[in-house]
């Protein structure tokens, strides 16, 4: 026999390349790395275990990679809809944000942890103001997170300026290394909040700390023509490539009013492109050229956005979305299939994370997985478990979330895990006054 | 103190006319009708309940209605998922449905009726082969049904023709009286599998019986095509207009490839339209012009279609994205509101019934009801329990479904009420082997 810290068995299994199993099969696990995919008999002969978590009727899949969030925006959940997007900015968030604090930014950023594991999210990719309060936050509940502090042209309560932003930075990418279960990249805001210098001086410090880059791109029409306005008639995707902003460290969120020159330089620089669905028809922002981007050969991920603007963080919804949306917009019922779906809410999201393994449940993996009840009436009968998990299965499914090792959450005993969550729901109850307070204050 | 069946308290409600009690609400409910919907304290000290369910944090609010769907198909879901949408039909669906008994139809409407009950559905509207078996399985397990026989022009396996066809809905109109929790309405399968003579058939003995008429309308540019070429000229809605089929009394179901003519003759007519986002989207049919219908005063209201297009039967997922779906397509973020969502999915559905105030919390309505889970992560914090309701809550986040007064579902008490759940799930698990076996034969 030999030894790991922990073994999980359920009746199915969704392994790297593809492959299913269906009659009983499991993971072990060691130092927070997979060391064995298999049969559970074959599992459970060979190994021995510090604990055995036998899940029953439960389907074992990697956990889901939400590659674009501001998970303190939580706090917002459902504060202001149905609104025309300036006065929805203007009037509503960006006063409440302008009064945040890091404990404010905490307690958001719990919640929104809270959220992600409940509903199979083990990685997520974050931007925010005060962002040092989410990594701490992602580094006590076990999250695994790449976050930057959001940086613009103007002061934030982070920041004074391009100097103070890029010490801060610094630190960050010290104490937050890359690689690491929690990790910095380089955040800048987007080209319609920012300007040359600052998106240069961030491309130069991503490249001299070895940071991934990641940027609001794309996003609405309005913004293609304010660029057109204020870079000499090019649009966002241009403009960004001319200031160096494209290349295969560069992940690009949302990327939604694009003409075929532009999805042919994302193709040609090897930037990456994180597709948020459900933010983008919320907004009325439109709906992105999967198709078209995938053909061209670009790697697409996918993001919820933050809660205010979808207003959940399950990424299964957002899976789900990702892939019939393309077929109803294209016309074409085979395109994005539930295989490649899933591959984008994990494998192609992993890119970001320059974690080994990430996203697949293989050996030498990470372990970062997630079991989904089977015996709910929604996931009855099953002919393919991918199937399932896309086009059937709610975050809300989601029986146990294990990252790097460690169980987070687990329906079966007790929920969260960290014994905390009580806390954070009560924090957040009083949330609602404050809000509402600083809104009508603007 | 006055005496009545049932009360339920919750921390929150959605009541009638757009009105929110926050702070502690509840119903009493006497013969399956609403006495009284008020303050918790005031519905406490003024009723005697038999039973009195004292829900803690969950926002009560009406039951959803699935108004066009196909419940025995769950035991075909995600059997054939990425297909085009004919060959999913003649390779996949339509051999195996040709092999269909009354015992697998009843199997699959119970699992479908658990799926719903579970996922906060209270009303359903059905069509499909053997349909007697889903009426009866809905008058068993407490579901509210407007079901019928699918009238084809080709043979099916309740009828050989059409005198069959009508001495069937003769009899169920007997047995399944309009009006009643469980009743019939007519149920012309489309345009494309019938003709001039039976659809005016279809017309008159609606008409005779006083039912309602269901029909799946203008789903895609085939349908319109084809139109085109066997109707002189005619699209799908002008075609149906000329067999007298489009009236106040008329359920147009899917209703996607419309031109302008199109909606003018629908709003001019009365007729109402179910749209499915869900399926229109996973079969490739397209998005519906709801923002142009609902200008047209037309009345909509939501459907999930059968489970092997969807792949579920959950409303919530429905609700959302009628809701965002309109703003993206349209580029206007106020189109379809939270609030016109969830009526949508409630009061506009509520017509296909006849049933005097179903679709609302009101005084004198039928007590269909269902309570969400204030506690889960992502209904945290509350600003607007109309918002929950439509863009933040799963299904799955119900926790109790009472249908006519009577308690169906309730997670704090074992879950399904029938005790009967295991049964149907262990026969639906030997479902997989039969349909995969008649698709082989086909």
Not at 66 to 81: I, Y
Not at 181 to 198: G, I, K
Not at 292 to 319: P, R
Request: glycine share 10%.
């Amino acid at each position: 026999m030999k030894r790991c810290d922990t073994i999980v068995i359920g009746d199915s299994l969704i392994g790297g390349n593809g492959k299913i199993w269906s009659n009983g099969a499991g993971v072990a696990v060691c130092g927070g790395i997979i060391v064995d995919v298999g049969e559970a008999r074959e599992i459970i002969a060979q190994w021995q275990a510090e604990q055995t978590y036998h899940l029953g009727c439960v389907l074992l899949m990697p956990g889901l990679i939400n590659a674009h969030t501001h998970v303190p925006m939580t706090m917002m959940r459902g504060f202001a809809d149905d609104l025309p997007l300036l006065e929805w900015l203007n009037k509503h968030i960006f006063p409440v944000e302008a009064k945040l604090t890091r404990d404010l930014v905490a307690l958001g950023a719990r919640l929104g942890m809270y959220e992600m594991m409940r509903t199979g999210t083990t990685s997520f990719v974050d931007s925010y103001l005060l962002e040092e309060a989410v990594l701490e936050t992602a580094e006590t509940m076990g999250m695994r997170c790449t976050g930057g502090e959001v940086v613009f042209a103007f002061p934030s309560p982070a920041y004074a300026d391009w100097s103070e932003a890029e010490a801060l930075y610094r630190r960050h990418s010290e104490r937050f290394p890359v690689g690491g279960r929690v990790q910095v990249a380089m955040m800048p805001h987007s080209v319609y909040t920012t300007n040359d210098a600052l998106l240069k001086a961030c491309r130069n410090l991503a490249d001299d700390l070895g940071l991934m880059l990641h940027i609001h791109l794309a996003e609405s029409i309005a913004e293609s023509n304010q660029s057109r306005e204020l870079h000499g008639g090019m649009r966002p995707v241009p403009y960004a490539h001319a200031m160096g902003l494209l290349s295969p460290s560069s992940v690009l969120a949302h990327a939604v009013d694009l003409d075929g020159s532009d999805i042919e330089l994302i193709a040609q620089t090897g930037a990456q492109v994180v597709h948020n669905p459900v933010s983008n028809l919320k907004l009325a922002s439109g709906v992105a050229r999967v198709k078209e981007m995938a053909s061209a050969g670009i790697s697409i991920s996918l993001g919820t956005d933050g809660a205010c603007s979808n207003n959940t963080l399950d990424m299964f919804e957002t899976m789900k979305l990702a892939a019939i949306l393309a077929k109803g917009a294209s016309g074409v019922a085979t395109c994005v299939s539930a295989g490649e779906a899933l591959a984008m809410a994990t494998c192609e999201g992993a890119r970001i994370f320059r974690t080994p393994g990430l996203g697949e449940l293989n050996v030498g993996a990470p372990a970062d997985l997630i079991a989904l009840d089977l015996s709910e009436p929604n996931m009855i009968p099953m002919f393919n478990p991918v199937s399932h998990a896309v086009y059937a299965a709610s975050g809300k499914d989601c029986v146990m979330t294990m990252v790097d090792g460690k169980v987070l959450f687990n329906a079966q005993q007790g929920g969260f895990q960290d014994g905390q969550y009580d806390d954070t729901r009560l924090a957040m109850a009083d949330m609602v006054d404050w809000v509402r307070q600083k809104a009508r204050e603007a």
